[in-house]
C-alpha cells in the first residue's frame, strides 16, 4: 500500500464561490443578508415586513431558497421588488454556487440590500458560506428557550438573532431573558431584536439597525 | 442531510488528485472531522458509499478521524476541550468569549493505494 497526501478542505469549492460573491457584492456596494431559521420561524414574514418598512428608502432584491414551490417568492413579489427563486429539489441549504447563479438574473447595480432567504433548517446552511455580509437568525418564541444550545454551530456563526412572534409569549411557556441568555452564552457578539412579524412589532428598530448598516457601509 | 454534499465534495477532490488510471487502485479515503464540523461521521460514511457505488471508487471505503473540539478562554486564558463544557463557556471563570482553536476540520487527508503487490501482476 502506499499513501498520497492530499490535505485540501471539502467545502474549499463552496468557499471560494463564497468569496467570489463577497468580492462581487462589495464592489456594487451591496449589504447582503443570509437568512436562516428551522421551518416555520417566520422568516418570509420578517422579509415582507422589512420590505413593507424600508422599500421607499432602501432598493432590495430577494433570493428565495425553497426546497420546493416558489410560494415564498410570490408572497414576497407582491412587494414589488425583484425576486429570484432558487428550488433546490430537496437539497437541505443552499450553497454558494446556486446563490451566484441567482444573482446574475439581477441588476446589482440597483440594489442596496440582497437578503436571502436559505432553506428552513438549522443545521446544515451553518456551514455553507454564501458571500453575505452577515448571517441573520430567526428564532421563534414557540420552538422554545434551549434552540441556541441544541443548534450552537447556527448561533455561533450569526450576526444577529431576530426573536420573533413575541406576540404569543403570553400563550407559550417560555422567557425571553432564556433565549437570550443561551444565545449569548454561545455568541456574545450577537446583535438582537425582539419583533412579532406579523403586527409589525419591533420592526422599526431592526430596520434602523439594517439602515445604519447601510450607511455605515456594513461595518 | 448535507453529508450528501459533503461526500460529493470529497469525491471531487479525490478526482482532482489521483490519476483516473489509478482510480481502481483507491482502496481508503481518509478524512479529518472536527467535532464541530456540523457532519454525523456514520451519516458521512453511509453517503460516501452511496456516492461511489457503481463509480470507479466502489471499492474505496472512508475512514473518518474525528478531531475533538478545542478552546481558549479570550479572558482567562484557560486551554479546555469544549465538549466539557456547557456549551462554549469557560469552566474556570465562566467566560463565553472563548475562541475556537480544534474541531471545526473538514479535510481530506489522503488517499491509500493499493500497489498491486502479493503478485496479482
Known amino acids: 500500500m502506499s499513501v498520497m497526501t492530499i490535505e485540501r478542505k471539502v467545502l474549499e469549492k463552496n468557499d471560494s464561490l463564497a468569496a467570489a460573491n463577497r468580492k462581487r457584492f462589495a464592489q456594487n456596494g451591496l449589504l ?13 414574514t420578517l422579509l415582507e415586513a422589512t420590505i413593507e418598512h424600508l422599500k421607499n428608502r432602501v432598493r432590495i432584491a430577494v433570493v428565495e431558497g425553497d426546497v420546493q414551490t416558489d410560494l415564498d417568492a410570490q408572497r414576497v413579489a407582491s412587494y414589488g421588488v425583484p425576486v429570484v427563486q432558487i ?7 443552499l450553497e454558494a454556487g ?21 432553506v428552513g433548517n438549522l443545521v446544515c446552511p451553518a456551514n455553507f458560506d454564501l458571500g453575505e455580509a452577515m448571517k441573520v437568525v430567526v428564532l421563534s418564541t414557540t420552538e422554545g428557550a434551549d434552540k441556541p444550545l441544541k443548534y450552537p454551530a447556527m448561533f455561533r456563526r450569526a450576526s444577529v438573532l431576530i426573536i420573533n412572534k413575541v406576540d404569543l409569549l403570553p400563550y407559550v411557556n417560555v422567557d425571553v431573558d432564556d433565549i437570550k441568555r443561551h444565545a449569548r452564552q454561545i455568541n456574545p457578539d450577537l446583535a438582537v431584536f425582539e419583533i412579532a ?16 448598516r447601510l450607511t455605515a457601509g456594513h461595518a | ?11 471531487d477532490i479525490v ?43 466502489a471499492s474505496a471505503r472512508l475512514e473518518i478521524d474525528v478531531v475533538p473540539a478545542n478552546g481558549i ?49
Open chain 2, 73 to 121: 478562554c479570550g479572558e482567562c486564558g484557560l486551554a479546555a476541550a469544549i465538549d466539557s463544557l456547557p456549551p462554549f463557556m469557560c469552566p474556570s471563570c465562566g467566560s463565553p468569549f472563548i475562541t475556537v482553536t480544534a474541531g471545526d476540520d473538514l479535510v481530506v487527508v489522503d488517499v491509500e493505494l493499493d500497489d498491486g503487490a502479493g503478485g496479482l501482476q
Open chain 1, 197 to 212: 412579524a406579523t403586527s409589525r412589532l419591533g420592526v422599526a428598530e431592526w430596520c434602523d439597525w439594517l439602515v445604519a
Open chain 1, 87 to 93: 428550488v433546490t429539489n430537496g437539497g437541505c441549504h
Open chain 1, 32 to 44: 447582503t443578508l443570509n437568512i436562516v431559521s428551522s421551518p416555520g420561524a417566520g422568516k418570509t
Open chain 2, 15 to 57: 478526482r482532482q488528485h489521483v490519476l483516473a488510471a489509478d482510480a481502481l487502485r483507491v482502496r481508503a479515503v481518509r478524512v479529518r472531522v472536527g467535532d464541530l464540523a456540523g457532519v454525523v461521521p456514520d451519516s458521512l460514511g453511509f453517503c460516501f458509499d452511496a456516492i461511489v457505488a457503481g463509480t470507479e471508487y
Open chain 1, 98 to 118: 446556486l446563490v451566484a447563479e441567482a444573482v446574475d438574473r439581477l441588476d446589482l447595480d440597483a440594489i442596496d440590500l440582497l437578503l436571502i432567504e436559505n
Open chain 2, 1 to 11: 442531510m448535507h453529508e450528501v454534499s459533503v461526500a460529493a465534495g470529497i469525491l
